[in-house]
C-alpha cells in the first residue's frame, strides 16, 4: 500500500544536499512571500496555494524558515479581517504544527485539528466555513508516521484493546481505514492505516461532501489533497492529489 510519490523520492537528494550545504547557506532564510490578497480574499489558485505550501516545506527541510511577520503591523491588519489561502486539517500531535512545517504566519492557514484528523460535524463545518466564506482554493487533510490516534485504532482491531473516557468514540471513524489495510495474518501497518485514513477522508470531501465543497471543486476553484508528514525528515507528502 506504500504510495511515495515522485516529490517524496526527489527530496531524499534535497534533504541529503541540505545535509551536506555549509552551515552559513543553511542559515540564509529565504525571502518571506506574502500571500496576495484582493477585497479581502486570496487570489491564489489551488495549485498555487499548493506551490506555497511545497515551497515553504522545502525551506523548511533545507533549514531556511523565513520567519513570517507577525508584530504590531500585521496584527494590525488582520484585525480588519483574515484572508487565509487554505483550510488545513490535521491531527493534534504536536509536532505537527502547519504553520512551522510551511514557515506561514498569522492569517494564512484556517486549521482544523483533533487526534487522527477525523473530519466529523464539527470539522466539516470548519471546512466548509473555510470555503463558503473565507474563499479558500485549498483544503488539505495530513495525517503523519507514528499517529498514536490511528495506531490506537490498529490496535482496537488487532488486539480488541478499549480506550476510556471518549477516546474509543473519538477512535471509530478511523476504524474502517484500518480495516481496509488489513493483510490476511490480521496485522496492519501503521503508515498504510494513515495514509488509507487521509485518503478516505479527502474521497468524502470529493465526492460526497455538501453542493457548497463539491461546486466549487467542479468549477475548478477549490482543490482537496490528502499529505503524509514524515516526523524526522520534515517532509510533507503531497500523495493524493486530484488529477487533472
Ligand atoms: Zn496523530
Same mark, same amino acid.
Given at each position: 500500500m506504500?504510495?511515495?510519490?515522485?516529490r517524496s523520492m526527489l527530496a531524499v537528494g534535497a534533504a541529503t544536499f541540505a545535509v551536506t550545504a555549509s552551515a552559513a547557506q543553511a542559515q540564509q532564510p529565504a525571502a518571506f512571500?506574502?500571500?496576495?490578497?484582493?477585497?479581502g480574499f486570496t487570489t491564489l489558485t489551488s495549485d498555487e496555494a499548493?506551490?506555497?505550501?511545497?515551497?515553504g516545506n522545502n525551506n523548511f527541510l533545507a533549514g531556511k524558515e523565513s520567519g513570517p511577520p507577525l508584530g504590531p503591523q500585521r496584527r494590525l491588519e488582520l484585525a480588519k479581517g483574515q484572508a487565509p489561502f487554505c483550510a488545513y486539517v490535521t491531527c493534534s500531535d504536536s509536532r505537527v504544527p502547519p504553520e512551522l512545517l510551511f514557515g506561514r504566519g498569522l492569517g494564512?492557514?484556517? @486549521?482544523?485539528?483533533? *487526534?487522527?484528523?477525523?473530519? +466529523?460535524?464539527?470539522?466539516?463545518?470548519?471546512? /466548509?466555513? !473555510?470555503v463558503a466564506v473565507l474563499k479558500v482554493p485549498l483544503v488539505?487533510?495530513?495525517?503523519?508516521?507514528?499517529?498514536?490516534?490511528?495506531?490506537?485504532a490498529c490496535k482496537v482491531i488487532m488486539e480488541d484493546a478499549r480506550?476510556?473516557?471518549?477516546?474509543?468514540?473519538?477512535?471509530?471513524? @478511523?476504524?474502517?481505514? *484500518?480495516?481496509?489495510?488489513? +493483510?490476511?495474518?490480521?496485522k496492519i501497518n501503521l /503508515?498504510? !492505516?494513515?495514509?488509507?485514513?487521509?485518503?478516505?477522508?479527502?474521497?468524502?470531501?470529493r465526492n460526497e461532501a455538501d453542493p457548497i465543497m463539491l461546486n466549487p471543486q467542479r468549477e475548478?476553484?477549490?482543490?482537496?489533497?490528502?499529505?503524509?508528514?514524515?516526523?524526522?525528515?520534515?517532509?510533507?507528502?503531497?500523495?493524493?492529489?486530484?488529477?487533472?
Open positions: 506504500k504510495n511515495y510519490s515522485r512571500r506574502p500571500v496576495p490578497t484582493k477585497d499548493l506551490q506555497f505550501l511545497i515551497d494564512e492557514l484556517f @486549521i482544523i485539528r483533533n *487526534a487522527g484528523n477525523t473530519v +466529523d460535524t464539527a470539522a466539516m463545518g470548519s471546512i /466548509e466555513f !473555510a488539505v487533510v495530513m495525517g503523519h508516521e507514528k499517529c498514536g490516534a490511528v495506531d490506537a480506550f476510556p473516557g471518549a477516546i474509543d468514540d473519538m477512535i471509530h471513524p @478511523i476504524l474502517p481505514a *484500518a480495516l481496509g489495510v488489513r +493483510d490476511k495474518e490480521g /503508515e498504510d !492505516a494513515v495514509r488509507e485514513n487521509v485518503r478516505r477522508i479527502v474521497h468524502r470531501l475548478g476553484k477549490l482543490k482537496v489533497v490528502g499529505a503524509y508528514y514524515e516526523l524526522a525528515r520534515g517532509l510533507v507528502d503531497f500523495f493524493d492529489q486530484p488529477k487533472a
